[in-house]
């Protein structure tokens, strides 16, 4: 059974630091693309980062370009989302998720949330201006 926990949310105010991370168990953990999305409150769920499959290449979000950073610890099974220079819009609900190998989202569509199948609960992310 895949699953997905997340952790690391948590209070912060403007300016500061934050680092999610997301323990994946009962898959193959380098054969998925995994990403980070977030949905506040009113708001559709967006992509913010992923981490492909293929190469171990990394996509962002514009809006968190430059601020947040992905990574990866295949022994350790984590997925890692870094996040600096936070502002108050980066405020949501993050979610760590990942796609099936047998379905891998197409480039155009790496941080769409309806390519991921499998999906951690979420760890809340509040930045205070």
């Known amino acids: 059974e895949v699953q997905l926990q997340a952790s690391g949310g948590g209070l912060v105010q403007a300016g500061g630091s934050l680092r999610l991370s997301c323990e994946a168990s009962?898959?193959?953990?380098?054969?998925?693309?995994k990403g980070w999305f977030r949905q506040a409150p009113g708001k559709e769920r967006e992509g913010v980062s992923c981490?492909?499959?293929?190469?171990?290449?990394?996509y962002y979000a514009d809006s968190v370009k430059g601020r947040f950073t992905i990574s990866s610890d295949n022994a350790k099974n984590t997925v890692y989302l870094q996040m600096n220079s936070l502002k108050p819009e980066d405020t949501a609900v993050y979610y760590c998720?990942?796609?099936?190998?047998?379905?891998?989202?197409?480039?155009?569509?790496?941080?769409?949330?309806?390519?991921?199948?499998?999906w951690g609960q979420g760890t809340q992310v509040t930045v205070s201006s």
């Open positions: 009962g898959f193959t953990f380098h054969d998925y693309t």
């Open positions: 981490i492909s499959s293929s190469d171990g290449s990394t």
């Open positions: 998720a990942a796609a099936s190998p047998l379905f891998p989202p197409p480039r155009a569509r790496l941080l769409d949330w309806d390519e991921y199948a499998y």
